[in-house]
Nanobody
Framework: QVQLVESGGGLVQPGGSLRLSCAAS????????IGWFRQAPGKEREGVSC????????YYAGSVKGRFTISRDKLKNTVYLQMNDLRPEDTAVYSC???????????????????????WGQGTQVTVSS
């Protein structure tokens, strides 16, 4: 069974850190792109970060650049999103997604598009509040 499972969300104070995990089962993340997206209540889904397994290239939305880091553990078939210096505006449900084989992080007008992503996790809530 093909499955993506996110974990690591929670409540954190402004300035704090969280590490989200996206564990894949039933398929390998090799040769795919893996993206992290977030959606806050009343807002459109936003592509936060992406990593292409083929060449290790990464993408970060401007709002998180310098604070978030995406990485991949090939042996664990897991992708991580390290989030530092969290802000209240980072509050959202965070979901990971993968493309098919040979997929890439597709950037259009400076934003990560979710078009190529065809497998999605259930999401994990991140709340940044004092």
């Amino acid at each position: 069974q093909v499955q993506l499972v996110e974990s690591g969300g929670g409540l954190v104070q402004p300035g704090g850190s969280l590490r989200l995990s996206c564990a894949a089962s039933g398929f390998t993340l090799d040769y795919r792109a893996i993206g992290w997206f977030r959606q806050a209540p009343g807002k459109e889904r936003e592509g936060v970060s992406c990593i292409s397994s083929s060449d290790g290239s990464t993408y970060y939305a401007g709002s998180v650049k310098g604070r978030f880091t995406i990485s991949r553990d090939k042996l664990k078939n897991t992708v991580y999103l390290q989030m530092n210096d969290l802000r209240p505006e980072d509050t959202a449900v965070y979901s990971c997604a993968t493309t098919g084989p040979e997929g890439r992080c597709t950037i259009i007008y400076g934003r990560l598009t979710n078009g190529p992503f065809n497998s999605w996790g259930q999401g994990t809530q991140v709340t940044v509040s004092s």
